[in-house]
């Protein structure tokens, strides 16, 4: 099942095609040391398309009021758009209704709302919470404060030298304890992409239910919360070419109605008195204070702009760039990839012998090329390879080949460099 | 590209490469970790004081070129050093690898060649890891230094 779209062979988009892409993103201009930059840092965030910038500036120019508030025009206005940008996010992930995206910063605060807010009442000592080996910190440490609240246990999927995910392993831990499984859809440190569809159907028929930190996946695969039929699904705006600040929680209906709110505060209640108060309905239960409205119309823009390119074509051209990088990097002498799962998407994690990754940014940098260099928020993925840290390339659809063979050249010049 | 060079001296590619210095210190008096949260860069300064002077010192750990230079040099600056003058030679080099263009700095000797760190703000960190880590081993302090 996983997004037979991403698998239909598509025409990879044509160079004339990715080169419109880039006049859609003014950032592609600027020059870094006099040289154009080439931004290869998308895991960590993409850069936005002028459609995104111009939501964002007009919301503040004709719209900007509070929404579910006002009676005057302008905060029906900004209702509106508000609500609609959540419309729109429903159907990027074909979730059954808008009642069930829930906005929020990012995928960091939809894990940590789910943690609190689902698994904590859940829990009790010596239950069990599954993740895998790896995760993000985002997706780790709040499963550790919840374990701590509850004395809870956190059991971790192994993953193999390729850095694939160990289904058998997974089989394994999967008893009569585990109440949760947060996984992520794709590896933000290794590029690997889960098998979700087999963790979530096996999981189920164990009733446990499964959440899905698509952080990285969103802008890459084709996710489809229904066709999955996962529980939770969370993630950025930023990493999809919107705003940062603004993030989604997807939930089932049914599991979020049942959920305690996360935080007190306005728009989230129905009624206030000093006895009692009534919680508001589905999406605005979660929604407590006044939040990123310009954001979340931003994100609306965004998921337009990746919808009429499509994420198969955009999965397409980025699995090009991929297997072209990854045979282009492979003939640097003591350069090794870090991460060779079959199934992989968007990211080159690698070192250099002799060579930390700290280093290889800076040289990089200098050529204009922005790569990131560290652990990648993710310290026991750094840990299962004996690595304090590697160099990452992260593509985007606005990425050329042309922006590989710099991005080789200057993997050339660093080994240059240091061996001199 | 003159920077870069400004930046990797061959100095500093030859303490990298056989940093001095470098193990520990069995008869240290004061040690401490220091941990670079950005990069997860690690290292341990070990220092043997006898009457206010810094009589030995080391480290352990591994890090980036400019990490391990800025250790494996220090270390050498440092030997025999009361700890009174460690405060002001630290701030003398803190302002010339935050300080692009500015003037030499004979005091500093050796840890000159360092200077073109100032041109490269985001790794004026790994150039201090080793002195913040240094300044807790002579507090003693039991907490990692790290550089934020
Ligand atoms: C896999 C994964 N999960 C979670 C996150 C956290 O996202 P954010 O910082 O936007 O909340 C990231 C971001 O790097 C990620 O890559």
Redesign the interface.
């Known amino acids: 099942m996983r997004s037979e779209s991403n698998k239909v062979l598509r025409e990879a988009a044509t160079p004339a095609d990715v080169a419109r892409w880039r006049d859609d993103f003014p950032i592609l201009q600027e020059t870094i ?1 006099g040289e154009p930059l080439v931004y290869l840092d998308n895991a960590a965030t993409t850069q936005k398309p002028q459609s995104v910038l111009a939501a964002e500036a007009d919301y503040y120019r004709h719209t900007n009021a509070n929404v579910h508030r006002g009676v005057h025009t302008l905060s029906q206005r900004a209702t509106d758009q508000y609500e609609a940008a959540r419309g729109k996010i429903a159907r990027f992930i074909n979730a059954a209704g808008s009642n069930e995206i829930i906005y929020v910063r990012g995928a960091t605060e939809a894990i940590n709302l789910v943690a609190q807010s689902f698994a904590r009442p859940r829990l009790k000592p010596g239950d069990e919470i599954l993740i895998s080996a790896m995760e993000h910190h985002s997706n780790i440490v709040p499963w550790q404060m919840v374990c701590e609240q509850t004395g809870a246990l956190l059991k971790v999927v192994t993953i193999n030298d390729a850095g694939e995910f160990e289904f058998e392993s997974f089989e394994r831990l999967l008893g009569p304890r585990t109440r949760l499984v947060a996984l992520t859809h794709l590896s933000n440190a290794l590029g690997s992409i889960v098998p979700i569809e087999r963790v979530i159907e096996l999981a189920h028929s164990s009733g446990v239910p499964v959440l899905i930190d698509g952080a990285q996946a969103i802008a890459h695969l084709t996710v489809d919360v229904r066709a999955l039929d996962c529980d939770f699904y969370a993630f950025s705006g930023h990493k999809i070419y919107g705003p940062t600040g603004i993030g989604v929680l997807y939930g089932k209906a049914a599991l979020l109605d049942a959920m305690p709110p996360y935080q007190g505060g306005g728009d989230m209640i129905r009624t206030v008195t000093f006895e009692k108060t009534e919680y508001n309905e589905l999406p605005y239960k979660f929604e407590a204070g006044t939040p990123n409205i310009a954001g979340a119309i931003g994100l609306g823009a965004a998921l337009d702009y990746v919808g009429a390119i499509g994420i198969a074509t955009i999965a397409a051209h980025e699995r090009d760039l991929l297997d072209y990088a990854t045979r282009e990097v492979s003939a640097i002498p003591g350069l090794t990839i870090v991460g060779s799962a079959r199934d992989k998407a968007s990211i080159l994690s690698f070192t250099l012998a ?6 290889i ?3 990089l ?2 050529r204009g090329v922005a790569i990131r ?3 990648h928020c993710a ?1 026991p993925v ?1 840990q299962r390879f004996g690595l ?2 590697t160099a990452r390339a992260s593509f985007a659809l606005y990425n050329t080949r042309a922006e590989v063979d710099t991005l080789v050249a200057a993997l050339h010049q660093v080994t240059e ?2 061996q ?1 | 590209m003159s920077d870069l060079r400004e930046l990797y001296q061959d100095v500093i590619f030859d303490h990298y490469k056989k940093p001095r210095n470098c193990h520990v210190l069995d008869c240290a008096n004061h040690q401490a970790d220091g941990f670079n949260p950005l990069c997860g860069d690690q290292l341990t300064v070990y220092l043997k004081v006898e009457h206010g002077v810094i009589t030995d010192l080391s480290f352990k750990g591994s890090g980036c070129a400019i990490s391990t230079a800025s250790a494996s040099l220090m270390t050498e600056a440092l030997k025999g050093k009361k700890i009174d003058e460690v405060e002001d030679l630290f701030e003398d080099f803190h302002h010339m690898v935050t300080t692009p263009e500015d003037a030499p700095h004979p005091e500093l000797g050796k840890l000159e060649v360092l200077a073109g760190v100032s041109e490269f703000p985001a790794r004026v960190k790994c150039a201090t890891l080793a002195w913040h880590t240094l300044q807790a081993a002579l507090k003693n302090q039991n907490q990692p230094a790290t550089t934020e």
């Open positions: 040391s002799g060579t930390h990754p700290h280093d940014g800076t040289i940098d200098h260099a560290g652990h310290m750094m304090s840290g460099i240091f001199r």
